[in-house]
């Protein structure tokens, strides 16, 4: 098992700036995969950026230029730095932990932009 706990998020104006931790802990495997997603109201899941344990980055369209993530191998984090924010960034946004066939999911932290 896997525990994922975020925080982070919070109310900003459009054009500012956010970031987003998560601590993992539990049975944590060497290679594995940990990302960001979000949800907004109405709508589905949606992927925001994953980074494995190697380095590779994968991120959405609509979030590249303006969001990074980064993680600490020794310390089992991800982080995700947002700028630029825009309205339609707001959601849920949760930190997700992957490997082999195990996903696991945080509980999940609010983003708010106001236009």
């Known amino acids: 098992q896997v525990q994922l706990v975020e925080s982070g998020g919070g109310l900003v104006q459009a054009g500012g700036s956010l970031r987003l931790s998560c601590v993992a802990s539990?049975?944590?495997?060497?290679?594995?995969?940990m990302g960001w997603y979000r949800q907004a109201p109405g709508k589905q899941r949606e992927l925001v950026a994953t980074l494995t344990s190697g380095g590779s980055s994968n991120y959405a369209d609509s979030v590249k230029g303006r969001f990074t993530i980064s993680r600490d191998n020794a310390k089992n984090t991800v982080a995700l730095q947002m700028n630029s924010l825009k309205p339609e960034d707001t959601g849920v946004y949760y930190c997700?932990?992957?490997?082999?066939?195990?996903?696991?999911w945080g509980q999940g932290t609010q983003v708010t932009v106001s236009s």
């Open positions: 539990g049975s944590i495997v060497r290679n594995n995969v």
């Open positions: 997700n932990f992957r490997w082999a066939l195990y996903d696991y």
